[in-house]
DNA sequence: GTCCCTGCAAAGCATTTGCAGGGTA
DNA sequence: TACCCTGCAAATGCTTTGCAGGGAC
């Protein structure tokens, strides 16, 4: 009886293949960052991982984001809070409404990005990286309190 | 014979109403920043400022353009390239393609964000900040190497 | 043996902060 | 006197790098 192929194995086999390695070290930040449906930086997945395996280092968990990265595993995002925040791949295309006031990050669906990067490429050439666009101004609350104020 | 009001005059008159000091170096900064009409580093103003005014300080820089930047001087841009760009608030508002892999920068002018602008305002109730919306991706000459590749 | 990967420690780098002193009102 | 502002030096905080060692192939 013939097994379906199992989709994360796979992955890992295909890996494997191009000549990496799959530490316990390089699998645990793949699991903490794909479980944790957000964006997290990388000290969190540090702490994360620590929790399970206590002698990661921080080196580590960077060199294996980059890595990450270039496998085109995770997201970078750049919300210029003083540090990158990061995601899997996987999760759905979304951006993200940073408040210049209260710091506050909030998540939008790609709906209305979508089309204006369409514009951008029309007119410019410019292909929009749309899971990268950080998008800075002033809530609802702290655009009142300014009013207000 | 009465002279019509000096604007630049006129701004700093202000300035000093309100309690502050227009020093040396102040007004070495301001006047590198009005001038430079492009996006510029604080170290690129410490160098403009040192050559003419040998001693002043990095820090002299970086306090002055947080204090710019509550006076709504200047312009803050976070293009995520590890150091912050600073413009004059009187540039006209415009925008930055960052390619992310040759990390060029293009201007371009207001009219396509000023649209999304307006539909992010309208879903979601928040005013984005148009004059800092850094777009990553990548440029046209990029975009066709990557797909050579 | 070769190459990938890790831990550790140190370095990098833009930016910020503490502190003492100087200048202006 | 009070307050603004500066220079200097040190600290900060995230991230990167050099190096030696360990393990997989």
Redesign the interface.
């Known amino acids: 009886m013939q097994q379906p192929p199992h989709p994360i194995q796979d992955a890992h086999e295909q890996l494997r293949q191009r000549g990496f390695r799959l530490t316990p070290q390089r699998m645990l930040i793949m699991e903490v960052i794909n479980v944790f449906h957000d964006h997290i930086s990388a000290e969190q997945i540090h702490a994360a991982v620590v929790a399970r395996y206590p002698y990661i280092n921080i080196a580590t968990v960077y060199r294996n984001l980059h890595w990450l990265l270039d496998q085109q595993l995770v997201r970078k995002i750049?919300v210029?809070d003083g540090h990158l925040w990061w995601e899997a791949a996987t999760e759905a295309v979304h951006h993200h409404?940073i408040?210049?006031r209260c710091k506050a990050v909030?998540a939008?669906d790609n709906h209305?990005?979508a089309?204006?990067a369409n514009?951008?490429a029309e007119?410019?050439?410019?292909?929009?990286?749309i899971a990268?666009?950080?998008?800075?101004?002033?809530?609802?609350q702290c655009?009142a309190e300014e009013d207000a104020a």
């Open positions: 750049d210029g409404l408040c210049e909030q939008i209305v990005v089309c204006f514009h951008v007119h410019y050439g410019f292909a929009v990286n990268h666009l950080p998008i800075f101004g002033l809530c609802t655009a």
